[in-house]
């Protein structure tokens, strides 16, 4: 059973920063592209950056330059580093194995306000 927890999230000023992690179980992590999501009220579901098995990254929109992604497969753990803060960036904050959202697990809020 595919299980994924994120955490590290919390109350951060603009122009912050917070690294997020995710432990993932029940499946082999390792040989899984992995997604960063995010919702909000207003925007719903959005994608925020992948990385392959391969490590490769992808980012999408205004994470761009600002987050960086990584994954330890000895540890089953996916992380995500958000630098630069914007209260734009507030949202509960998933993990998922790329193209399956459905199954996101439990996510952490971040808000950025001052």
């Known amino acids: 059973d595919v299980q994924l927890q994120a955490c590290g999230g919390g109350l951060v000023q603009p122009g912050g920063s917070l690294r997020l992690s995710c432990v993932a179980s029940?499946?082999?992590?390792?040989?899984?592209?992995m997604s960063w999501l995010r919702q909000t009220q207003g925007k719903g579901l959005e994608r925020v950056a992948d990385?392959?098995?391969?490590?490769?990254?992808a980012y999408v929109g205004s994470a761009k330059g600002r987050f960086t992604i990584s994954r330890d497969n000895a540890k089953n753990t996916l992380y995500l580093q958000m630098n630069s803060l914007k209260p734009d960036d507030t949202a509960v904050y998933y993990c998922?194995?790329?193209?399956?959202?459905?199954?996101r697990g439990q996510g952490t809020q971040v808000t950025v306000s001052s």
């Open positions: 998922s194995r790329r193209g399956d959202q459905g199954r």
């Open positions: 990385i392959m098995n391969d490590d490769k990254t």
């Open positions: 029940g499946y082999a992590f390792k040989n899984f592209a």
